[in-house]
């Protein structure tokens, strides 16, 4: 079974900086896409960014791109969030996520339910 465990959320000031990690145990997911998605209470699981297995490919929303960066490390079995000029609206608890069917990866990335395992997310706090 693959646990994943989201680290590094906190509460920052605007237009600071955060780095999120998600680090995968029980078995490897270098073969396995991976997200980031976000949620504040009351609203849908909103898509952040998404990599490929590899890490060559990766995927944005239109309101972090350009600020931030996905990564991952395979050989740590870790995925990372580098958020910066971090904005209020960014507030949100950050879950991490692998895809075990490339098919539904391929079909929809952006969508929470193409998705098989997730973290229980790590809170980011960002004040003005």
């Known amino acids: 079974q693959v646990q994943l465990v989201e680290s590094g959320g906190g509460s920052v000031q605007a237009g600071d900086s955060l780095r999120l990690a998600c680090t995968a145990s029980?078995?490897?997911?270098?073969?396995?896409?991976m997200a980031w998605f976000r949620q504040t209470p009351g609203k849908e699981r909103e898509f952040v960014a998404a990599i490929s297995s590899t890490g060559h490919m990766t995927y944005y929303a239109d309101s972090v791109k350009g600020r931030f960066t996905i990564a991952r490390d395979n050989s740590k079995n870790t995925m990372y969030l580098q958020m910066d000029s971090l904005k209020t609206e960014d507030t949100a608890v950050y879950l991490c996520?692998?895809?075990?069917?490339?098919?539904?990866?391929?079909?929809?990335?952006?969508?929470?339910?193409?998705?098989?395992?997730w973290g229980q997310g790590t809170q980011v706090t960002v004040s003005s």
């Open positions: 996520a692998a895809n075990r069917d490339p098919r539904s990866y391929t079909a929809n990335k952006y969508d929470s339910s193409s998705y098989d395992y």
């Open positions: 029980g078995r490897t997911l270098r073969t396995n896409a």
